[in-house]
């Protein structure tokens, strides 16, 4: 029905939802730890290409309610063209509640206050940001491309104009040597912004990544799930949000599956972690059925 240009990604929330493609690639693309899309060029579409792809999805899902714009990063489209877009889709999709798209910190600050709003009027009201880490020397040895600084300004803004913020953060990321700081610092972010939704990974290389993450990162060292573990645990411990954050630590990569609200579940998370600490192997996810 629809030309996707492959690979396409969405969030796991996005599952059941419309996608509409409004750009190809990521405008980035420059994470060392990531390679979803190493093999596509960034490119704006064509507008009226992206309508009649709307047009056609309007057909077969007329009651669609939430609809996730793709590739990576589809909030560094000008905003003239979000508004456009997004006006379109609350013509096409009557029941339309919410739109949703991958947010870097780059791209929020390249707009105004003013237009992070008049695109929250116009229903882009989720974003899914990956922190990833909030070590500065960590940000800079995987070419995140921004600082702890930039990242709480960029969530301060977002949550500012109204928009929802999903946000991931990577076990592991910081190895060996970096695994307090790295801990301790992207605690520090979360509780110094207004996050409704949290999620931890835990990281993993793709073959197609691997070089380059280890020729920025030279003295990187894997953790093991138990560190990851005992990383997750210290995260928990520091986190002190000023707000209600649902939290999930159930994606792919996870070695043990959590769920629950910050800071209301923080001690029976902690403790579910204990217990997996203490039963070892037999507690995890085995690796055969993990992906990153």
Same mark, same amino acid.
């Given at each position: 029905?629809?030309?996707?240009s ?13 996608i509409?493609? &409004?750009?190809y690639?990521?405008s ?21 290409? %992206?309508?009649?792809?709307i047009?056609?999805l &309007?057909?077969h ?10 590739d ?5 489209l ?6 456009k877009?997004?006006?379109?889709l609350?013509k096409?999709? %009557? ?7 991958y947010?870097? &910190?780059?791209?929020?600050l390249e ?7 008049l695109?929250?009027f116009n ?7 990956g922190v ?6 960590v ?7 921004v ?9 301060n803004r ?5 928009m929802?913020?999903?946000a991931t ?7 060996e ?9 992207t605690?520090k972010?979360?509780n ?5 939704y949290l999620s931890?990974?835990q990281?993993?290389?793709?073959d ?15 953790l ?9 645990k ?10 209600? %954050? ?7 990569s ?8 910050i800071?209301?579940?923080?001690e ?7 217990t997996a ?7 995890l %996810? ?7």
């Amino acid at each position: 029905m629809i030309n996707y240009s492959h690979p396409l990604f969405r969030p796991p929330a996005e599952a059941d939802n419309v996608i509409i493609q &409004a750009t190809y690639g990521c405008s980035y693309n420059n994470c060392s730890f990531c390679s979803m899309y190493k093999t596509k060029s960034y490119k704006v579409r064509d507008m009226e290409d %992206v309508f009649k792809d709307i047009d056609k999805l &309007a057909t077969h899902y007329p009651a669609a309610s939430k609809i996730f714009l793709a590739d990576g990063d589809a909030l560094s489209l000008d905003t003239s063209y979000l508004v456009k877009l997004l006006q379109y889709l609350q013509k096409s999709f %009557v029941k339309l509640r919410r739109v949703s798209l991958y947010a870097s &910190a780059q791209n929020l600050l390249e707009k105004s206050q003013e237009e992070l709003e008049l695109l929250v009027f116009n229903k882009l009201n989720l974003i899914y940001y990956g922190v990833e880490s909030g070590s500065d020397t960590v940000l800079k040895k995987i070419t995140k491309g921004v600082n702890s600084s930039q990242i709480i300004e960029s969530l301060n803004r977002a949550s500012a104009s109204g928009m929802k913020i999903s946000a991931t953060v990577i076990l592991g990321i910081g190895g060996e040597k970096y695994t307090t700081e790295h801990i301790q610092d992207t605690a520090k972010i979360v509780n110094a912004t207004t996050l409704n939704y949290l999620s931890t990974l835990q990281l993993g290389l793709e073959d197609d990544a691997k070089d380059n993450f280890y020729k920025h990162f030279n003295d990187f060292t894997m953790l093991d799930d138990y560190q990851i573990l005992d990383e997750q645990k210290r995260f928990l411990q520091l986190l002190d949000p000023c707000n209600k %954050v649902i939290f999930r630590s159930n994606h792919a990569s996870n070695a043990l599956h959590l769920s629950g609200t910050i800071p209301k579940d923080r001690e029976r998370l902690i403790e579910e972690l204990n217990t997996a600490l203490e039963i070892g192997k037999d507690a995890l %996810v085995p690796e055969i059925f993990r992906s990153f």
